[in-house]
């Protein structure tokens, strides 16, 4: 099936605040479902590369990549910014980080560690904070912190969905 590229989606972010258990619950899983997708698999199938895009490893190092965004993004929701930091649009990091020469136990340690610390501080979160709304830079529309764990939920699934393409094909 024909995926939408991830800068191209469009969203609609109109969750109650009761939801924001929810959606935590979503991003809190994800090192375990990535886990659960590429455990036991050869080095040769994590690092593959089909039509130059990201192999299965580099897709969960771009994951870790953007836990700092998600930090920073954290922050700055508390501190009542107007305005979030933007992304890397083109990716940087993760083209330069040599994924694929690492080990993909370092890769999943080190995401699960950094996302149970964004999930922790989400945890403790006030109500007021939960409906707090910043700017989004790329997508030019305000967005409360609850549609932002959204916003990464989406994210995570994107690629953990891009994962099971690439193990299909493999």
Do not use: C
């Not at 040769?44 to 490893?57: A, D, F, G, M, P």
């Not at 501080?121 to 904070?129: A, F, G, Q, T």
């Amino acid at each position: 099936m024909e995926r939408l590229i991830w800068i191209e989606r469009k969203f609609a972010f109109d969750l109650p605040d009761w939801m924001f258990p929810n959606v935590v619950e979503r991003i809190r899983g994800t090192p375990s479902r990535l886990e659960d997708r590429v455990r036991n698999l050869s080095r040769e199938i994590l690092t593959r590369k089909e039509n130059e895009k990201w192999s299965v490893q580099e897709q969960a190092g771009h994951l870790l990549d953007l836990e700092n965004l998600n930090l920073l993004r954290m922050d700055e929701y508390e501190a009542g910014r107007n305005e979030l930091t933007p992304a890397d649009i083109h990716n940087r990091k993760t083209h330069e980080a040599g994924y694929n020469e690492k080990s993909i136990d370092s890769i999943l340690r080190a995401f699960r560690a950094t996302r149970l610390t964004f999930v922790k501080r989400l945890d403790s979160v006030s109500p007021e904070l939960v409906g707090r709304s910043a700017l989004h830079p790329r997508l030019k529309t305000p967005m409360r912190l609850i549609d932002y764990v959204y916003f990464i939920a989406e994210h995570d699934d994107h690629h953990l969905a891009r994962i099971s393409d690439l193990l299909r094909m493999l």
